[in-house]
């Protein structure tokens, strides 16, 4: 393995400092003089015509200074990809109970928040559909009767509730599930949630001298804020600058436009800069989260436990609007395996419930529960002990993947390899108590990046990326510019950016800033060491290939002694023929690189409750190269946390008939706290990766996709009931213990209407 | 309205003229932990007062004294934390001390009081079956002057209580416990801190000088019926009795039967009665180790009590 001098080493957070000492600043700590506040009407109503709106009440309100509707807005619809399926405020009709009618500015929080109380709207209700199941039949209420006018509009099925239908085939899946020696078929569903970011969305937006509007947010995506902004303002996108500030947690629920443009107009009708700030119920009910995802899978297996083939139909319910997730349900139908002949449906069905958000991979998890529950049962059922069966079917090096690429080098294998042997599996446990596994996959994020670094004349860089520093990525950053430019973490700016200044870049998520921000960034510092080296030869008369650097210093190989430091080299460059040393790089993807993780979960429990006790964690994951491996460590063990989440409580709640969120607040949305989880077994293994930055894998994406499964699979070994729902709750596993159905409705129907509406055999 | 005077009560008599004088429009506050949450919330169940009585300042109204005469006395104002870490009531009244340790987390309960958590009337309140279990007396006073209730008396429905307008609650006086009692509480939450129960049970076993035979039996259970209550058939069924698994089983069924929960985001119905039965036995079994002269370390009975931690 490459000796490293700044990367495999545990580095401090550059912005460790200020995080501790309460000094970094977030959107919602940005003050500006004149600044009013914002606040937002949310409907009352799960579908209707909005006949009129009467602001008047609230607009004589003394301090109020402006209300905003739809029709205040350009008539342009926007959407989270290519369909453009919503206005920003509710312009005739509102879909959801939670989605913003108006908003208000005024000189202080409370007056906003009156003023929204004194707003009269008129609504004709019309008929919701809660349930997606009941969304996709022909002749459900519909949610987007005018879909087809819409912008990037595909196609509709029937009723027109279905927005999106993925697919992935190969082979003659019938074929072979005629001649499979065992065929086994399970329906799992997961359940809504909510991301869990500590930080509500915030922003204040500005109107500036120049006419210019500055936008300050809580952000992932700076630059696709600035694009939608634009969008919906219908102004040049040149016309604003988005500032994003600190993140306090995103994990996808930011990457796109959130409220921003409702003091955006505000601030542009008043003059006077304008805050908004979401209450934690506002999180909840306006901001997209997770809905429950059904899955139907059918596998073939021979006797040696040879997987011959898998039938998948995934159904999203999107909630109002189109958003993430769908690829998933093709994209990780099979799991981390190879299975030769397969047919992959994925449908995106629209509701009326709050809109889709995305969240760590959306769709992943819930993939990742049901195939690694279904992969659990067959192995039990057939006879083989899980973790072999997994390991016989699992994806190699040389097989094609699901999307097609060539699977690359990896270490699957040593995953759960390692986990097996931390466990001692297979394992007997006494009465009450087992142990469950799970295999995750991650194709990994890529995306447009870009990095610039400068030498200063003290031998310090400054690095400029575009993108938003997340869950200590800046670190990272700073890591492989260092190791890469031979000089110490401490002696790298990382530079506060903005769209004015910093150059293009995607957003920050799909565990993509280390991995491909992370390799732009190493690409730039190779580019500055070239143009260091190139000077250093000029001034030294060698040739540049005589040069080697280390610790700030560029000298000849052969000669130590003659050489330069870097701060000489950039004093020197000022007044050279080549100029001041910048380096940069732009990179638009990289090839596929799945990263896997296996994770073993130990249970507890308690047969006459029904509660289940996690006693144990284990998780091993492929991280090529650990950039710093207490924050590597760090991400695992959040990503884990989450899933346990997942798996055990947390669970938003929609009432059937209205769609409106029941559990609007933590203390009714548990997320599990310190006192809930075991001390969490964290192992790495290093399989350098082709493309990522010194062979670094992406890393934040897995570690949640496998406790739902892992944990259910253990339920099963403890007491031998099986539950196909998440969460696993207590009183699930109770009612599975006394063999009432808790389980999820199989929805054979349901598949064959589909099947039939695409020309398949029901 | 969101907007709300904040009164400060200099004392107990100036509390009460305030409450008094603003009546249903003014809400008393001292943790202030039920009120933040309520004020802040936007659906049902939202508290609006336009005056809000801070009596966290009242002086002699946050003491906690225990005589064997006179039993334990806990001023309204006594934090959650102070009776959870308090000696007397960890060596006498553990169903209470188990039952403030399973309250929220320790930040909320160096800030709750007692008193609000009694007046905060919710039918899941950690500390209420307990003190039912232990026949507490409310110590009222208000314009007319003090008066003395029952708090099997004092709890009207979800929310409400007995107090009339301008009355406030000062004291908790429970009877000193007779030997060989022994008590614990279990919450049922699916997670282990900050939750409010879905179920929670209070037992309390006396045994009579034999060491076996039931001298006395009280039961409460919380989050199971629109206030907390005592299971008096469930008591019956124990008392003079030998305590046998079979005979705690039964008190325990006859527990189930005495809740009347309803579905809601922390559980079903049904799922609560089965909770009732299990922890009713649970919390038989313990108390009856305890009264039995068994030491149970104040550690151990909270990993008992909080039930994710079984």
């Given at each position: 393995?490459?000796?490293?001098?700044?990367?495999?080493?545990?580095?401090?957070?550059?912005?460790?400092?200020?995080?501790?000492t309460?000094?970094?600043?977030?959107?919602?700590?940005?003050y500006?003089?004149?600044?009013?506040?914002c606040?937002?009407?949310?409907?009352s109503?799960?579908h209707?015509r909005?006949v009129s709106?009467?602001?008047s009440?609230?607009?004589?309100?003394?301090?109020?200074r402006a209300?905003?509707?739809?029709?205040?807005?350009?008539?342009?619809?926007?959407g989270?990809?290519?369909?453009?399926?919503r206005?920003?405020?509710?312009?005739?009709?509102?879909?959801?109970?939670?989605e913003?009618?108006?908003?208000?500015?005024a000189?202080?929080?409370i007056?906003?928040?009156?003023a929204?109380?004194?707003?009269?709207?008129?609504?004709?209700?019309?008929?919701?559909v809660?349930?997606?199941?009941?969304s996709?039949r022909?002749?459900?209420?519909?949610?987007h009767?005018?879909?087809?006018?819409?912008?990037?509009?595909?196609f509709?099925?029937?009723?027109?509730?279905?927005?999106t239908?993925?697919?992935?085939?190969?082979g003659?899946?019938?074929?072979?599930?005629?001649?499979?020696?065992?065929?086994?078929?399970?329906?799992?569903?997961s359940?809504?949630?909510?991301?869990?970011?500590?930080?509500?969305m915030a922003c204040?937006?500005?109107v500036?001298?120049?006419?210019?509007?500055?936008v300050?947010?809580?952000?992932?995506?700076?630059?696709?804020?600035?694009?939608?902004l634009?969008?919906?303002?219908?102004?040049?996108?040149?016309?604003?600058?988005?500032?994003?500030?600190?993140?306090?947690?995103?994990?996808?629920?930011?990457?796109?436009?959130a409220f921003?443009?409702?003091?955006?107009?505000?601030?542009?009708?008043?003059g006077?800069?304008?805050?908004?700030?979401?209450?934690r119920?506002?999180?909840f009910?306006?901001?997209?989260?997770?809905?429950?995802?059904?899955?139907?899978?059918?596998?073939?297996?021979?006797?040696?436990?040879?997987?011959?083939?898998?039938?998948?139909y995934?159904?999203f319910?999107?909630?109002?609007?189109?958003?993430?997730?769908?690829n998933?349900?093709?994209?990780h139908?099979l799991?981390?395996?190879?299975?030769?002949?397969?047919r992959?449906r994925s449908?995106?069905?629209?509701?009326?419930?709050?809109?889709?958000g995305?969240?760590?991979?959306?769709?992943?998890?819930?993939?990742?529960?049901?195939v690694?529950?279904?992969?659990?049962?067959i192995?039990?059922?057939?006879?083989?002990?899980?973790?072999?069966?997994?390991?016989?079917?699992?994806?190699?090096?040389?097989?094609i993947?699901?999307?097609?690429?060539?699977?690359?080098?990896?270490?699957?294998?040593?995953?759960?390899?390692?986990?097996?042997?931390?466990l001692?599996l297979?394992?007997?446990?006494?009465?009450?108590?087992?142990?469950?596994?799970?295999l995750?996959?991650?194709?990994?994020?890529?995306?447009?990046?870009?990095?610039?670094?400068?030498?200063?004349?003290?031998?310090?860089?400054?690095?400029?990326?575009g993108?938003?520093d997340?869950?200590?990525?800046?670190?990272?950053?700073?890591?492989?510019?260092a190791?890469?430019?031979?000089?110490?973490?401490?002696?790298?700016?990382v530079?506060?950016?903005?769209?004015?200044?910093?150059?293009?870049?995607?957003?920050?998520?799909?565990?993509r800033?280390?991995?491909?921000?992370g390799?732009?960034?190493?690409?730039?510092?190779?580019?500055?060491?070239?143009?260091l080296?190139?000077?250093?030869a000029?001034?030294?008369?060698?040739?540049?290939?005589?040069?080697?650097?280390?610790?700030?210093?560029?000298?000849?190989?052969?000669?130590p002694?003659?050489?330069?430091?870097?701060?000489?080299?950039?004093?020197?460059?000022?007044?050279?023929?080549?100029g001041?040393?910048?380096?940069?790089?732009?990179?638009?993807?990289?090839?596929?690189?799945?990263?896997?993780?296996?994770?073993?979960?130990?249970?507890?429990?308690?047969k006459?409750?029904?509660?289940?006790?996690?006693?144990?964690?284990?998780q091993c994951?492929?991280?090529?190269?650990?950039?710093n491996p207490?924050?590597?460590?760090?991400?695992?063990?959040?990503?884990?946390v989450?899933?346990i989440?997942r798996a055990?409580?947390?669970?938003m709640?929609?009432?059937?008939?209205?769609?409106?969120v029941r559990?609007?607040?933590?203390?009714?949305?548990?997320?599990?706290?310190?006192?809930?989880?075991?001390?969490?077994?964290?192992l790495?293994?290093?399989?350098?990766?082709?493309?990522?930055p010194?062979?670094?894998?992406?890393?934040?994406?897995?570690?949640?996709?496998?406790?739902p499964?892992?944990?259910?699979?253990?339920?099963?070994?403890?007491?031998?009931?099986?539950?196909?729902?998440?969460?696993?709750s207590?009183e699930?596993?109770l009612?599975?213990?006394?063999?009432?159905?808790?389980?999820?409705?199989?929805i054979?129907?349901?598949?064959?209407e589909?099947?039939?509406?695409?020309?398949?055999?029901? | 309205?969101?907007?709300?005077?904040?009164?400060?009560?200099r004392?107990?008599?100036?509390?009460?003229?305030?409450?008094?004088?603003h009546?249903?429009?003014?809400?008393?506050?001292a943790?202030?932990t039920?009120?933040?949450?309520?004020?802040?919330?936007?659906?049902?169940?939202?508290?609006r007062?336009?005056?809000?009585?801070?009596?966290?300042?009242?002086?002699?109204?946050?003491?906690?004294?225990?005589?064997?005469?006179?039993?334990?006395r806990?001023?309204?104002?006594?934090t959650?934390?102070a009776?959870?870490?308090?000696?007397q009531?960890?060596?006498?009244?553990?169903a209470?001390a188990?039952?403030?340790?399973?309250?929220?987390g320790v930040?909320?309960r160096?800030?709750?009081?007692v008193?609000?958590?009694?007046c905060?009337a919710?039918?899941?309140?950690?500390?209420?079956?307990?003190l039912?279990?232990?026949?507490a007396?409310c110590?009222?006073?208000?314009?007319?002057g003090?008066?003395?209730?029952?708090?099997?008396?004092f709890?009207?429905?979800?929310?409400?209580?007995?107090?009339?307008?301008?009355?406030?609650l000062?004291?908790?006086t429970?009877?000193?416990?007779?030997?060989?009692?022994?008590?614990?509480?279990?919450?049922h939450?699916?997670?282990?801190?900050?939750?409010?129960?879905t179920?929670?049970?209070?037992?309390?076993i006396?045994?009579?000088?034999?060491?076996?035979t039931?001298?006395?039996?009280r039961?409460?259970?919380?989050?199971v019926?629109?206030?907390?209550?005592?299971?008096?058939?469930?008591?019956?069924l124990?008392?003079?009795?030998?305590?046998?698994?079979?005979?705690?089983?039964?008190?325990?069924?006859?527990?189930?039967n005495a809740?009347?929960?309803?579905?809601?985001?922390?559980?079903?119905?049904?799922?609560?009665?089965?909770?009732?039965?299990a922890?009713?036995?649970?919390?038989?079994?313990?108390?009856l180790?305890?009264?039995?002269?068994?030491?149970?370390?104040?550690?151990e009975?909270?990993?008992?009590?909080v039930?994710?931690?079984?």
């Open positions: 393995m490459t000796t490293f001098k700044v990367l495999e080493q545990n580095n401090p957070r550059v912005d460790a400092w200020e995080k501790v309460g000094r970094a600043t977030y959107a919602g700590d940005v500006l003089p004149g600044m009013l506040m606040k937002v009407l949310a409907s109503r799960s209707a909005i709106i009467d602001t009440k609230a607009e004589a309100l003394p301090g109020v209300v905003i509707t739809g029709a205040d807005f350009p008539e342009i619809r926007f989270s990809g290519a369909l453009k399926d206005y920003i405020l509710a312009r005739d009709k509102v879909y959801y109970i939670g913003p009618v108006a908003a208000v500015a000189e202080d929080e007056t906003a928040q009156e929204i109380g004194l707003i009269d709207v008129e609504y004709e209700d019309l008929e919701p809660v349930d997606p199941l009941v996709l022909a002749g459900a209420p519909s949610v009767p005018d879909l087809e006018s819409y912008e990037g509009y595909g509709t099925i029937e009723g027109g509730n279905i927005c239908l993925l697919d992935a085939d190969r003659d899946v019938d074929q072979a599930f005629a001649e499979a020696d065992y065929v086994f078929e399970d329906t799992f569903r359940q809504g949630i909510n991301q869990g970011f500590l930080e509500p204040v937006a500005s500036e001298a120049n006419g210019r509007l500055t300050w947010a809580s952000t992932q995506g700076p630059y696709q804020v600035r694009a939608q634009a969008s919906v303002l219908d102004m040049p996108l040149s016309n604003i600058k988005v500032v994003p500030m600190e993140l306090g947690g995103g994990f996808g629920a930011k990457l796109r436009l921003e443009a409702y003091p955006a107009l505000l601030a542009m009708k008043t006077n800069p304008v805050k908004l700030i979401n209450t119920e506002e999180v009910t306006l901001n997209g989260p997770r809905h429950p995802v059904t899955n139907y899978l059918k596998t073939g297996v021979n006797k040696d436990g040879a997987i011959v083939a898998r039938e998948g995934t159904i319910d999107v909630g109002a609007y189109l958003g993430a997730g769908p998933s349900g093709i994209g139908g799991g981390a395996y190879d299975i030769p002949n397969f992959l449908y995106a069905a629209y509701t009326n419930k709050v809109y889709v995305s969240y760590r991979a959306s769709g992943v998890a819930d993939m990742t529960f049901a690694e529950s279904h992969m659990d049962i192995a039990h059922k057939i006879g083989m002990d899980p973790l072999e069966f997994r390991l016989k079917n699992a994806i190699k090096e040389g097989d993947a699901v999307n097609g690429s060539r699977v690359p080098r990896n270490g699957l294998a040593e995953c759960l390899a390692a986990v097996k042997e931390r001692g297979p394992r007997e446990l006494p009465e009450g108590h087992g142990v469950g596994i799970a995750c996959e991650w194709r990994s994020g890529a995306g447009p990046s870009t990095a610039a670094i400068s030498v200063n004349e003290d031998g310090t860089v400054s690095l400029l990326t993108s938003v997340i869950s200590g990525s800046d670190t990272s950053l700073a890591s492989i510019a190791e890469a430019l031979c000089i110490g973490m401490d002696q790298v700016i530079a506060k950016r903005d769209t004015d200044l910093a150059p293009f870049t995607g957003p920050s998520g799909g565990s800033i280390v991995y491909s921000q390799k732009a960034v190493e690409l730039a510092a190779e580019d500055t060491r070239n143009k080296f190139a000077l250093a000029d001034r030294l008369g060698v040739p540049a290939d005589a040069l080697v650097c280390a610790e700030g210093r560029v000298y000849v190989q052969d000669n002694p003659q050489g330069y430091t870097l701060g000489q080299l950039a004093a020197m460059s000022v007044n050279s023929r080549f001041p040393i910048v380096g940069n790089a732009a990179l638009s993807t990289l090839p596929y690189a799945p990263v896997f993780s296996a994770q073993a979960a130990e249970v507890e429990v308690d006459e409750t029904g509660q289940v006790k996690l006693t144990r964690y284990v994951q492929d991280v090529g190269v650990a950039i207490m924050a590597v460590e760090g991400q695992l063990e959040g990503g884990a989450q899933g989440g055990l409580t947390e669970d709640l929609f009432d059937p008939e209205t769609g409106a559990n609007p607040s933590f203390a009714t949305y548990l997320m599990p706290l310190a006192l809930d989880l075991p001390e969490l077994e964290t790495m293994v290093r399989v350098p990766s082709e493309d990522g010194f062979g670094a894998r992406a890393v934040a994406e897995p570690p949640g996709f496998g406790p499964a892992a944990i259910a699979n253990a339920i099963y070994d403890a007491v031998g009931v099986r539950i196909r729902e998440l969460p696993l207590g699930r596993v009612a599975a213990l006394r063999g009432e159905g808790s389980d999820v409705a199989y054979g129907d349901e598949l064959d589909l099947k039939r509406a695409e020309g398949l055999a029901g | 309205m969101l907007r709300f005077d904040f009164l400060n009560a004392n107990l008599r100036h509390a009460i003229s305030l409450l008094e004088r009546g249903d429009e003014a809400r008393a506050v943790g202030s039920d009120f933040l949450v309520r004020w802040r919330q936007s659906g049902p169940g939202r508290w007062p336009a005056f809000v009585v801070n009596i966290k300042g009242l002086s002699g109204l946050g003491r906690i004294t225990y005589s064997p005469q006179n039993g334990l806990l001023g309204a104002l006594a959650v934390q009776i959870e870490t308090n000696a009531v960890r060596r006498r009244y553990q209470l188990t039952g403030a340790t399973s309250f929220a930040q909320v160096n800030l709750a009081t008193g609000g958590n009694v905060n919710s039918p899941a309140g950690d500390t209420l079956p307990a039912l279990a232990f026949d007396q110590a009222i006073v208000g314009p007319e003090p008066r003395m209730l029952p708090l099997t008396e709890f009207q429905g979800p929310g409400r209580t007995a107090l009339q307008q301008g009355e406030l000062t004291q908790l429970l009877p000193p416990p007779t030997p060989r009692t022994g008590s614990i509480y279990i919450k939450s699916p997670r282990g801190a900050m939750d409010i129960a179920v929670g049970v209070a037992s309390v006396t045994l009579e000088e034999d060491g076996a039931c001298k006395d039996a039961i409460a259970l919380g989050a019926g629109p206030v907390p209550f005592r299971a008096s058939e469930a008591e019956n124990l008392k003079g009795r030998e305590l046998s698994p079979d005979a705690l089983g039964q008190a325990a069924e006859a527990a189930r809740a009347t929960p309803i579905d809601d985001v922390r559980g079903t119905a049904a799922y609560r009665k089965d909770m009732v039965e922890l009713t036995r649970r919390t038989l079994q313990h108390a180790r305890i009264a039995g002269g068994q030491r149970v370390p104040f550690e009975q909270r990993r008992l009590a039930q994710t931690a079984f």
